[in-house]
């Protein structure tokens, strides 16, 4: 593993090289070229090139992703996620920052466990109250009352090449299937 550690770190810097200043070369270049086509139109070569540019700088913003997931796993890893202390320690600091350990209430600081949870509970309530119903009267709003034979169309039965002509008539991108496509 000694003996490896020279070879990696020097192909890393020659051929892999800085993965920041990589990006930040292509975000260089392909703003020099978007600025030269506010002022002129670009020829063929700019176009292809700034295109090439595009797909490299995409290129390395997934690599420079998957480095930091590596890092991270990394980490997890070389830390441990087997009841280790570390885990326990991450565990925990997410528990206590998510936790309401104060809470305004009417402009007082409410500390304890037991009022916080009752005024919590009484906020739930009142956003999430059963709506009062309101009965108001259809003719009031200006519709139109059905004709008596609209009215008998809408008790009959639907058939099935109602059914089709209803399927077909839509448009085939608009519901996705099961899997997602259309």
């Given at each position: 593993m000694q003996n490896m550690k020279n070879p990696i770190q020097k192909w890393n810097r020659e051929v892999?090289?800085?993965?920041?200043?990589?990006?930040?070369?292509?975000?260089?270049?392909?703003i020099k070229l978007e600025n030269t086509a506010q002022d002129k139109e670009l020829l063929e070569q700019e176009w292809l090139r700034k295109e090439a540019l595009h797909s490299q700088l995409w290129l390395w913003m997934t690599r420079k992703?998957?480095?930091?997931k590596q890092l991270s796993q990394c980490?997890?890893?070389?830390?441990?996620?087997?009841?280790?202390?570390y885990f326990h320690l991450t565990a925990s600091m997410r528990r206590q920052w998510k936790a309401i350990d104060m809470?305004?209430?009417?402009?007082?600081?409410v500390c304890d466990r037991d009022q916080i949870k009752r005024a919590l509970s009484k906020h739930l309530k009142l956003q999430y109250r059963k709506p009062v119903e309101t009965s108001?009267?259809?003719?009031?709003?200006?519709?139109?009352?059905?004709?008596?034979?609209?009215?008998?169309?809408l008790e009959e039965p639907i058939?099935?090449?109602?059914i089709t002509e209803a399927l077909w008539s839509c448009d085939p991108s608009k519901a996705p299937r099961y899997d997602g496509f259309n």
């Amino acid at each position: 593993m000694q003996n490896m550690k020279n070879p990696i770190q020097k192909w890393n810097r020659e051929v892999f090289g800085h993965i920041h200043r990589r990006i930040n070369c292509f975000q260089e270049e392909i703003i020099k070229l978007e600025n030269t086509a506010q002022d002129k139109e670009l020829l063929e070569q700019e176009w292809l090139r700034k295109e090439a540019l595009h797909s490299q700088l995409w290129l390395w913003m997934t690599r420079k992703e998957r480095y930091w997931k590596q890092l991270s796993q990394c980490k997890w890893i070389r830390e441990g996620d087997r009841n280790s202390k570390y885990f326990h320690l991450t565990a925990s600091m997410r528990r206590q920052w998510k936790a309401i350990d104060m809470l305004m209430i009417d402009e007082e600081e409410v500390c304890d466990r037991d009022q916080i949870k009752r005024a919590l509970s009484k906020h739930l309530k009142l956003q999430y109250r059963k709506p009062v119903e309101t009965s108001f009267d259809m003719l009031a709003i200006g519709l139109q009352k059905l004709k008596q034979e609209d009215f008998i169309g809408l008790e009959e039965p639907i058939t099935t090449q109602e059914i089709t002509e209803a399927l077909w008539s839509c448009d085939p991108s608009k519901a996705p299937r099961y899997d997602g496509f259309n």
